[in-house]
């Protein structure tokens, strides 16, 4: 009698050994029997697919987790390969292992719980001693996070190519040598040259000679790798448009192992923002000069004007005194007229004068209590509150940083108005409040005087606008103009609101610490 050979125990520890691999794989690791029935799920394929070894080994065919339609198209198309009738079952997955064959194929697996994802399988053949197939081995990776990168990757092709080819800013791919390699239609439209050919020069030829070397000194930077990007404007000279101005951007692509690939630009069209530019600083310089010399002819004729009509009124008053008594009445009346028109005169011109300073470059700027300005402006209206018996009122007032004449006469302006342009036997009363509101003072000036009507609100700050007449409220029509520039001057606004009849609040705004600005005459 023959006795049945006994594995030695290096097969049996090799045997524990493949299994321990097998039990212990990242990927899933399924074995059949020649009809398709699981002998082996591994811990892994427990983990993904949801059922335990118990519930599957010695039960189950692989169809409980594959997708049925993928099993009848597959069936399908090796139909279709091997001309020969192939049924949607086991022989799906095993046809090339049957002829010795590894294929490796992607299906879709569907859990225990339902959930989709798609794996790649590996199906080999398994044999015995004898070099007869005896079942299948299986090997399954599971895709997801390949599929979800690849997905992810292609999603970013699409959207650079989108946003390359979309992009209403000029972009272009560039080589460590300035050569274009890939341009986009606003670059096109920008350059006003066909693709064919930007891609058949270098960046290098169309910049304008005075710009490229700080270009390329900025390159050699990005490629030393001491800057990450730069941006600059530069000029372009084009066959077609000629002189461009470009607001440009570079940055670098650099490989996973540092070197530099090639370069990325973005460039912007800036020349009507540059030509604007250039005109604007020219209108500027134009108008600085011209109210330089209207300053100075306002100050100057001001100052030429009064002398002759102090003559006038001067010796007008002589005659009146030495020829009285040989002069008629309508003589004496044009006499009158004569120093009355060379008063009003004097009047306008110390106005004028006014406004020509409020436009002054070149006055001090200080640090001005209002409190103590107010107080010297109602000193300087003495006379007028004593005649009218006006009352006014100041609430608490804060230290700015202005420029003190100015504000004088801002405010000396707005209380002489207040007290003026009150009916007559009517007490005037004036009230002058602020508050601090962060970077700017708020102030209002409040009286119950004649008011404003409303169809006057859009000449209230204009020069030489009277709204009254003349016999009524004598006047230039210039005051609240000055009061309009000083506030301005100081980085403010004024409004006003009225009510006829009632009375008008003027609001007005300055800044705590203004930069002074010129205002054109």
């Known amino acids: 009698m023959n006795e049945k050979k006994q594995p030695n125990q290096d097969q049996i520890d090799g045997n524990r050994l493949a299994e321990q691999i097998l039990a212990n794989s990242a990927h899933m690791v399924i074995s059949t029997d020649l009809d398709g029935v699981v002998t082996q799920f591994n811990r892994a394929a427990e983990k993904l697919l949801g059922y335990t070894a118990d519930e599957i080994v010695g039960k189950q065919t692989p ?13 399908d198309q090796l139909s279709q390969i091997y001309n020969q009738k192939i049924e949607p079952g086991f022989d799906v997955f095993v ?29 080999t053949a398994l044999y015995d001693s ?4 005896v079942g299948y081995l299986g090997v399954i990776l599971d ?26 800013i000029g972009l272009t791919v560039v080589s460590l040598d300035g050569r274009f390699l890939k341009v986009n239609p606003a670059l096109v439209s920008i350059l006003g040259m066909s693709e064919d050919e930007i891609l058949a020069t270098d ?31 530069k000029r372009y000279i084009t066959p077609k448009k000629g002189l461009i101005w470009i607001n440009l951007t570079v940055s670098l692509v650099r490989s996973h192992d540092d070197k530099p690939l090639y370069f ?19 209108m500027n310089e134009e108008l600085k ?44 009346s044009y006499l009158d007229r004569v120093v009355g028109s060379a008063s009003k005169m004097q009047v306008l011109i110390a106005d004028l004068l006014q406004f020509s300073r409020a436009g002054k470059t070149d006055l001090e700027w200080e640090s001005v209590s209002i409190k103590e300005l107010i107080d010297g402006v109602l000193n300087d209206l003495e006379a007028e509150i004593t005649e009218k018996r006006a009352t006014i009122e100041v609430g608490p007032m804060p230290s700015l940083v202005g420029a ?59 020069v030489f606008q009277r709204l009254n007449l003349q016999s009524e409220f004598p006047g230039t029509g210039i005051g609240l103009a000055i009061c309009k520039k000083v506030v301005e001057r100081h980085g403010g606004k004024i409004s006003f609101e009225s009510e006829p009849g009632k009375g008008t609040t003027f609001y007005f705004k300055l800044s705590r610490d203004p930069v002074p600005k010129i205002q054109n005459s």
């Open 63 to 75: 169809a409980i987790w594959h997708d049925l339609d993928e099993i009848k198209n597959r069936a």
């Open 404 to 462: 003190k004449t100015l504000l004088h006469q801002l405010f000396l302006n707005l209380i002489g108005n207040a007290i003026k342009f009150c009916p007559a036997g009517k007490v005037p009363h004036v009230a002058i409040e602020s508050r601090d509101n962060g970077k700017v003072f708020e102030f209002w000036v409040k009286d119950n005087g004649i008011g404003i009507e409303s169809k006057f609100s859009d000449r209230v700050f204009q």
């Open 95 to 123: 046809h090339a292992a049957k002829r010795g064959e590894k294929e490796t194929q992607e299906w879709t697996f569907v859990s225990k719980q339902g959930k989709r994802f798609p794996v790649s399988l590996t199906v």
């Open 130 to 133: 004898k070099n007869e197939i």
């Open 143 to 168: 895709l997801s996070f390949e599929k979800q990168h690849e997905w992810a990757r292609f999603e970013d092709r699409e959207r650079f190519r989108s946003a390359f080819e979309y992009s209403a």
């Open 203 to 233: 960046f290098q030829s169309i910049t304008h000679p005075e710009d490229i070397d700080s270009d390329m000194n900025n390159v050699r930077q990005l490629l030393a790798g001491e800057i990450s990007s730069y941006s600059m404007q």
């Open 264 to 282: 990325i630009s973005q460039i912007q069209d800036i020349t009507d923002q540059i030509q604007f530019k250039v005109r604007l600083e020219k």
């Open 289 to 332: 000069q011209s109210n330089q010399e209207l300053e100075q002819f306002a100050y100057v004729a001001s100052h030429d004007l009064q002398g002759p009509l102090r003559r006038i009124v001067s010796y007008s008053d002589i005659l009146k005194e030495e020829m009285g008594p040989k002069l008629d009445e309508d003589n004496l």
